[in-house]
Each structure stands twice: as structure tokens, then as C-alpha cells.
């Protein structure tokens, strides 16, 4: 069985080696073939394999497909395999099928491009390189795709290479993503000196016999949290995320909401029994998973840039998602990683399809009143919008109900508080998103104003279909009823039994206690919604005159805490003087070449020297032979034995 699960994880390959060999020559149909027919039939395979597992006894879910042998050296064997279990089989499906959907978008925001083959072609490896991470059999296999996403991260967001920003971003991303994968490599390092293999299963194995707590253990989990960190965009590695809202929206919505940036999520996930050897890295991981998610949702209070408000939104949802590793919480940390790309996808394309008509405006004081030109943007964008703020019967409201309810059980009062807040500032800053946006006066440019319209179909379409997904994906995560969690009873058993932790931090809370929870969580979220509608909506000025009294207040979160400018100080300047100061104007210039220069002058002038003993007249030749004759007949005579 399974022995196919490969198949799914290439045919995006293929598809971009097509357009990159071929894609410049191609009739753009091909191009949109090869593209969205690869990424497509590996969505079915995922599909297929998918029903495959669920076929399997629960605890018997597991499908292994070893393709070779690939790595042989002295102690080190590491095969090429790909393992499907529920944990993997919900993320392939989450890649497969919302970067489909994107795909097919793409078509519609890209058409004008003149070299879409090329973005496509990137977009096609990016397919590869996750499924590579996801469904990668070792931690090898895992760090070939962890690698392979940060590249195509950097090839997508400068895209538009032209424009400085778009470069910069890139770069940004690139560098700061190196600084997490220094640890991760470090991880993978410490796990076979001390395992001796790189499999889950034997690694997991093995770490069984190390004591809780230990020194080894703790070493390993807090340096793969630290490449999550970089990935997944935490505190303090996540200015890059913001920055990365320069690539073109599909890029936004596929990479930095949907899939990539949770991939430190998985991985802190696929590694459970590790990390809950370790209660210190599982207190790190919460504590700043929780910090994260208030931190940057208090900078998306007053951001004007519609990208860059869902881009700090990712930032706050992509904390939730560690806390809830952090207490245990792994299966509603999977359940929020499903629905946040239904819902995040469809409001970074419904931004795109905003973008898309106004002409690439993306300040939202520009705009307004957009709703009555954009109908099925604006309805698709509310739907993602209640389903992010964790309104009832949408889907956000059930992934962050549990992640809340089960930070409340486990004791972690504080959190579950800080938590809280940070949800009803996202009910607030979502809401003053769609209000500015589509609601109110029109404050769009009448040359703009003119030519607004709807966006096609072929874009339209995946914003419908996400909308319905993140209506009624959250079902599967029903609470209270017996039996009706589909998605803990499937995804429970991968956790289970994990070293004295429980898999799921669910509770010890009673019905009642639930229910009062999950009353009060949407009471926050309403609060949020009507304060973002009385200042937005109904009393505008208020917010103004707010503004201007807290104006130091305003100014700080602006401008992000100054964050930036922090790092650009304490890190950037000091390397870049000490680069040029130091490594180039010493080191390089100096040492190096003084050295290689200096070897070249000094074999310069010693062939001067020796070429006055090659002066070409035959009488000099002569000479220096009586010469040499006369030395070594006065060395035997007088001086030899």
C-alpha cells in the first residue's frame, strides 16, 4: 500500500522543470497545463491516499514509501522514504488542495505578467519542496524541503526584483530564515550524535530511555524551535513575514498564510515526543508563542497597508498555534493550522482581488465603499473575516475555542488571558479592515473609481471555494458532542502515549466550564467587532480625536515598536561596518591580497634577478661553465676529501 506517495510530492517538480526548461517557449495555455495539471493530480493522489489511510484501523495508520537508499556513511543511513500518517495526511491535504486553489487563481492575477511562466515555475517548486517537508520520512528529508521552501520564499517575494523593496524583502527573508535553519542543522546534528540515526520512529525510540528534562533533550527542542521560530515567523524572528507582503498576492496567500509558515508548527508537532521530554523548551515554546500572538496583533491595530494587516494577523494566529504546542494542545494546534488556510487564503486573495481593481492601491485609506462594486470579494472577505475573529458557526471559532479552552484546562492562566485579549484586538483590527474597505465613503481616486469592476471568475472561484471551506471546515472539530471531534479522534492516536504527556491538553474541565468558555471567547470577539464599527463606522471622528490624545501611543505601534530599527542598529550597522572596516579593508585587502600580491612581487622580482644569468650571448655561458669548473676543481683540490 502507498506505494505511490512519492508521485504526489514529484509531479510539482515535473511541472516546474517543464515551464523553467521549456515555459519561455511555450503557448501560455501549456504553461497553465503544466502548472495547474501537476499540482492538480497530485491534490487527487493526495486524495486517494488520504481515503487509503482512513481505511486502516486507527492505530494502524501508517504508509511508508522507502524509494532508495540514500545516504550511506560509516554509521549515517538515510533512506529517501515519504510517510503518510494523519499528522502528514493533514498537512499534504492543506498543501495540495488550498495550492490548487491558488494555483488556479494565479492564472487570473498573473495573466498580465510577461514572464508568469517564471512564476509559475517558482510556485510549482515551492508545491515540491513542502510536500518534501511534509511528507519526508526522516529529519533529512524534512530539512531538503525546509530549505527548498526558503528558497522559493526568497525567489517569490523578490519577484518583482526591479522594485528595491521587493529585493530588499527577499533578502531579508533569506538571511533571517538562515539564522532559524542554523539551528535546526544544529538540532539534526545533536539528534544522531546522540541517536544515531535521523528516522522519526528510531529517534523517538531512543529519546524513550534519556531522562525528562535533561540537558540533551532540552538542547535539541529549543534549537528546533528556534529554526520554527525563523519559519513560522515568532518573536523574535519575524519582522521578515511583514516585509514579504512585496511578492504578488497568490505568493502572500499560498506561502506566508497558508502553508510554509506552518511549517514550524508541523515540525514542533512531528517532534511531540521530544518536546514533552522537555517541560523548559515546552514553557519556551508557549510563552512565546502566546507573546507573539499579542505582540503583533497590537501592530495590526493601525497599519494602513491591507497586506501588511493580514501579514501581522499571520504573524498573531501563527502564535496561537505555538502556544497550543506549548501546553500540549498539538491536535488544536493542527485544527487552527487547517482552518487559518481556508480562511487567511481567502482574505489574502479577496486582498488581492481588492488590489487587483484598484490598480495596485493598497493603502486602505484609499479606499471604501468598494462592497457595492465587488460583491463577491466583499461577501467571501466577510465570511473569512467572522471565521477569523472566532465567530459562531464559522470556522476560526471552533480551532481558536480549543486552543483557549485547552490553554484554560492545563493551568496556564496567564496565558489563556493574554490569549484572549490578542483575539478580541484581531475581531477589532479585522473589522476596521473590512469597514475601511468596503463600507463607509468612497475615498478611491475617481480616475480609479471608474474603471472598479468585479474580478473574473477564474479569481473568484477559489475565494468562493475557501469561503465555504471556512464555514464549514470547523465541524470537523466539534466540541462537547461524543464522538463528534473528527478531527481529535483521528489525529489523537499519533500523539498518544508520548512520554508521560498527553497528546491533547483537553481537559479537566467540565461541560459547563466549556460552554462558559466558549461564551466568553465570542463575547470578546463581539466586543472587538462593535468597538471596530462605533469608531470606523458610526463615529468616525472619535477615533480621531483618540488618536491625537494617545499620540505617542499611536506612534509606537505604528511604526511596530521600532522593532526594525532596533535590529537595524544593534545588528545590521555593526556587521555591515564591521564587514567593510574590518573583513574588507584588513582582512580582505590586507591580509589576503597583501599576501597573495606579496607572493606575486616576491616571485617577480626574483625572476628579474635570475633572468640577468639568461642574457642569450654565448661568451656569458662560456664564462659561468669556466666558472663553475674552476670552483668545484678548487673545492676537490683545496677543500674536498
Known amino acids: 500500500m502507498g506505494g505511490y506517495i512519492w508521485l504526489i510530492v514529484v509531479l510539482p517538480l515535473v511541472g516546474a522543470v517543464v515551464n523553467g526548461l521549456l515555459g519561455e517557449r511555450l503557448p501560455k495555455p501549456l504553461v497553465y497545463f503544466a502548472a495547474l495539471g501537476s499540482t492538480g493530480l497530485s491534490f487527487i493522489l493526495a486524495v486517494v491516499a488520504f481515503m487509503e489511510l482512513v481505511s486502516l484501523p486507527p492505530a494502524s495508520r501508517v504508509m511508508v514509501n522507502n524509494v532508495y537508499d540514500w545516504i550511506t556513511a560509516g554509521n549515517l543511513n538515510v533512506e529517501a522514504?515519504?510517510?503518510?500518517?494523519?499528522?502528514?495526511?493533514?498537512?499534504?491535504?492543506?498543501?495540495?488542495?488550498?495550492?490548487?486553489?491558488?494555483?488556479?487563481?494565479?492564472?487570473?492575477?498573473?495573466?498580465?505578467?510577461?514572464?508568469?511562466?517564471?512564476?509559475?515555475?517558482?510556485?510549482?517548486?515551492?508545491?515540491?519542496?513542502?510536500?518534501?517537508?511534509?511528507m519526508g520520512g526522516n529529519y533529512l528529508l524534512m530539512f531538503i524541503g525546509w530549505e527548498g521552501v526558503g528558497l522559493c520564499s526568497y525567489l517569490l517575494i523578490g519577484y518583482d526584483y526591479h522594485r528595491n523593496a521587493a529585493a530588499v524583502a527577499g533578502k531579508k527573508a533569506f538571511v533571517m530564515n538562515r539564522i532559524g535553519d542554523?539551528?535546526?542543522?544544529?538540532?539534526?546534528?545533536?539528534?544522531?550524535?546522540?541517536?544515531?540515526?535521523?528516522?522519526?520512529?528510531?529517534?523517538?525510540?531512543?529519546?524513550?530511555?534519556?531522562?525528562?528534562?535533561?540537558?540533551t533533550v532540552t538542547a535539541i527542542t529549543l534549537l528546533l524551535f528556534l529554526g520554527a521560530t525563523g519559519k513560522s515567523a515568532q518573536i523574535p524572528l519575524f519582522t521578515w513575514l511583514p516585509d514579504a507582503m512585496e511578492g504578488p498576492t497568490p505568493v502572500s496567500a499560498l506561502i506566508h498564510a497558508?502553508?510554509?509558515?506552518?511549517?514550524?508548527?508541523?515540525?514542533?508537532?512531528?517532534?511531540?515526543?521530544?518536546?514533552?521530554?522537555?517541560?523548559?523548551?515546552?514553557?519556551?515554546?508557549?510563552?512565546?508563542?502566546?507573546?507573539?500572538?499579542?505582540?503583533?496583533?497590537?501592530?495590526?491595530?493601525?497599519?494602513?497597508?491591507?497586506?501588511?494587516?493580514?501579514?501581522?494577523?499571520?504573524?498573531?494566529?501563527?502564535?496561537?498555534?505555538?502556544m497550543a504546542c506549548g501546553v500540549g494542545a498539538y491536535v488544536a494546534a493542527a485544527f487552527h493550522v487547517m482552518t487559518h488556510a481556508f480562511f487567511k487564503a481567502c482574505l489574502f486573495l479577496g486582498s488581492g482581488s481588492v488590489i487587483h481593481a484598484m490598480g495596485g492601491e493598497q493603502?486602505?485609506?484609499?479606499?471604501?465603499?468598494?462592497?457595492?462594486?465587488?460583491?463577491?470579494?466583499?461577501?467571501?472577505?466577510?465570511?473569512?473575516?467572522?471565521?477569523?475573529?472566532?465567530?459562531?458557526?464559522?470556522?476560526?471559532?471552533?480551532?481558536?475555542?480549543?486552543?483557549?479552552?485547552d490553554t484554560f484546562g492545563s493551568g496556564h492562566l496567564v496565558l489563556w488571558g493574554v490569549a484572549a485579549v490578542a483575539a478580541g484586538l484581531t475581531a477589532f483590527y479585522m473589522f476596521r479592515l473590512v469597514f475601511l474597505t468596503f463600507?463607509?465613503?468612497?475615498?478611491?481616486?475617481?480616475?480609479?473609481?471608474?474603471?472598479?469592476?468585479?474580478?473574473?471568475?477564474?479569481?473568484?472561484?477559489?475565494?468562493?471555494?475557501?469561503?465555504?471551506?471556512?464555514?464549514?471546515?470547523?465541524?470537523?472539530?466539534?466540541?462537547?458532542?461524543?464522538?463528534?471531534?473528527?478531527?481529535?479522534?483521528f489525529l489523537g492516536p499519533v500523539f498518544a502515549g508520548a512520554h508521560g504527556a498527553s497528546a491533547?491538553?483537553?481537559?479537566?474541565?467540565?461541560?459547563?466550564?466549556?460552554?462558559?468558555?466558549?461564551?466568553?471567547?465570542?463575547?470578546?470577539?463581539?466586543?472587538?467587532?462593535?468597538?471596530?464599527?462605533?469608531?470606523?463606522?458610526?463615529?468616525?471622528?472619535?477615533?480621531?480625536?483618540?488618536?491625537?490624545?494617545?499620540?505617542?501611543?499611536?506612534?509606537?505601534?505604528?511604526?511596530k515598536y521600532y522593532v526594525d530599527e532596533i535590529y537595524d542598529f544593534l545588528f545590521t550597522r555593526p556587521i555591515v561596518v564591521f564587514s567593510r572596516e574590518v573583513l574588507h579593508k584588513v582582512v580582505d585587502v590586507q591580509i589576503i591580497d597583501g599576501f597573495v600580491n606579496g607572493t606575486g612581487s616576491f616571485f617577480a622580482g626574483l625572476s628579474r634577478f635570475a633572468k640577468r644569468f639568461q642574457s642569450g650571448f654565448v661568451r656569458d655561458y662560456a664564462f659561468t661553465m669556466v666558472l663553475a669548473f674552476v670552483l668545484i676543481a678548487g673545492y676537490y683540490l683545496f677543500g674536498g676529501k
Request: glycine fraction near 8%.
Open 363 to 405: 493603502n486602505m485609506e484609499k479606499m471604501g465603499a468598494l462592497k457595492k462594486h465587488m460583491p463577491q470579494t466583499y461577501w467571501t472577505f466577510l465570511i473569512s473575516t467572522l471565521a477569523i475573529a472566532g465567530i459562531f458557526p464559522f470556522a476560526g471559532f471552533f480551532s481558536k475555542d480549543e486552543i483557549l479552552a
Open 258 to 322: 497558508a502553508t510554509m509558515v506552518t511549517a514550524g508548527v508541523y515540525m514542533v508537532c512531528r517532534s511531540a515526543p521530544l518536546f514533552n521530554m522537555a517541560p523548559t523548551a515546552m514553557t519556551t515554546v508557549a510563552v512565546i508563542g502566546c507573546a507573539t500572538a499579542l505582540f503583533a496583533a497590537t501592530i495590526g491595530l493601525f497599519q494602513k497597508d491591507i497586506k501588511r494587516v493580514l501579514a501581522y494577523s499571520t504573524v498573531s494566529q501563527l502564535g496561537y498555534m505555538f
Open 81 to 134: 522514504s515519504f510517510l503518510l500518517d494523519p499528522l502528514s495526511g493533514l498537512w499534504m491535504l492543506v498543501v495540495t488542495g488550498v495550492g490548487f486553489v491558488i494555483h488556479l487563481y494565479s492564472v487570473g492575477y498573473m495573466s498580465h505578467d510577461k514572464t508568469y511562466w517564471k512564476f509559475f515555475t517558482y510556485l510549482n517548486l515551492f508545491m515540491f519542496s513542502m510536500l518534501m517537508l511534509v
Open 439 to 489: 463600507h463607509g465613503e468612497s475615498r478611491v481616486d475617481h480616475e480609479v473609481e471608474h474603471h472598479l469592476h468585479e474580478s473574473p471568475f477564474i479569481m473568484t472561484l477559489p475565494l468562493i471555494i475557501l469561503a465555504f471551506l471556512a464555514t464549514v471546515g470547523g465541524f470537523l472539530g466539534m466540541p462537547l458532542l461524543e464522538g463528534a471531534n473528527v478531527l481529535h479522534n
Open 504 to 559: 491533547h491538553a483537553e481537559a479537566a474541565h467540565n461541560v459547563g466550564e466549556e460552554v462558559g468558555l466558549m461564551v466568553f471567547s465570542l463575547a470578546v470577539a463581539i466586543v472587538g467587532i462593535f468597538v471596530a464599527h462605533h469608531f470606523f463606522i458610526k463615529d468616525k471622528p472619535a477615533a480621531e480625536r483618540i488618536q491625537k490624545k494617545y499620540s505617542g501611543i499611536h506612534g509606537l505601534i505604528y511604526n
Open 182 to 215: 542554523f539551528g535546526f542543522i544544529l538540532a539534526i546534528m545533536l539528534i544522531f550524535v546522540n541517536f544515531g540515526t535521523v528516522d522519526y520512529h528510531s529517534v523517538f525510540s531512543h529519546a524513550e530511555k534519556l531522562p525528562v528534562g535533561g540537558m
